[in-house]
């Protein structure tokens, strides 16, 4: 079955450092992978998606996420943290099987410290 | 232009009784979920519609959960005789592809509780 696994429920990083929040999948074939953010009280927010194409994929707010197919991997990543981004951030891939749905992880809640 | 709306913002019913949860889908969008989120994890696919057809309603948890999208826009959810395991985030999402394979735009959701 098709899954993603986030392993850190939360991240602390200080403002102006790089921050990293990763996320695993587990599918066959080829993914298609995603990142979403959630701000209290609001709905979640697509950020940028992988299908194919170049391993480092661009995305919104300056986000960033690096495609490893050999560790099967897909971190979020931004050069430098704002305090703004501190939300609840999910990593989701497109079930192979049922291509209409969308699986997400638990979340990782990222804390950035001014 | 407008985002996706759901109304209510918050719901909050007692055991037994039936709701309905609406959703406003982006204007033009073919798809749209429906997603329950339980307090501290990610969403959990309910149902999909293309247009007016329920393509999957794989992930509806009883025969309690019903939903429907009669002119290929508005979409409600109901759910009937409802249950404390009933209490979550209703998040709807639409998208302008026939497929969940490209990003969907989400609603703010619907906070349901069931005391």
């Known amino acids: 079955a098709q899954s993603v696994a986030q392993p850190e429920d939360q991240v602390n990083v200080a403002e102006g450092n790089p921050l990293t929040v990763k996320c695993t999948y587990s599918?066959?074939?080829?993914?298609?992978l995603f990142w979403y953010v959630q701000y209290p009280n609001r709905g979640l927010q697509f950020l940028l998606k992988?299908?194919?194409?170049?391993?480092l994929v661009k995305g919104s707010y300056g986000f960033e996420a690096e495609f490893n197919k050999s560790q099967t991997s897909f971190h979020l990543k931004k050069p430098s943290a704002l305090v703004s981004d501190s939300a609840l951030y999910f990593c989701a891939v497109r079930d192979m099987i049922r291509d209409d749905k969308i699986i997400f992880g638990k979340g990782t809640r990222l804390h950035i410290l001014p | 232009g407008a985002g996706v709306s759901q109304s209510p913002r918050y719901k909050v019913a007692k055991r037994g009784q039936d709701v309905a949860l609406r959703c406003d889908p982006i204007?033009?969008?073919?798809?749209l979920f429906w997603y329950q989120q339980a307090l501290g994890q990610g969403p959990e696919f309910l149902t999909y519609?293309?247009?007016?057809?329920?393509?999957?309603k794989s992930g509806l948890p009883s025969d309690r959960f019903f939903a429907e999208r009669p002119e290929g826009s508005v979409s409600t959810l109901k759910i009937q005789r409802t249950q404390q395991e009933d209490s979550a985030v209703y998040l709807c999402a639409s998208s302008f592809r026939s497929r969940g394979g490209y990003e969907q735009y989400f609603g703010p959701g619907t906070r349901l509780t069931v005391t």
């Open positions: 992988y299908i194919t194409g170049d391993n």
């Open positions: 599918v066959s074939g080829n993914p298609y």
């Open positions: 519609f293309q247009n007016e057809a329920q393509l999957d």
């Open positions: 204007s033009g969008h073919v798809s």
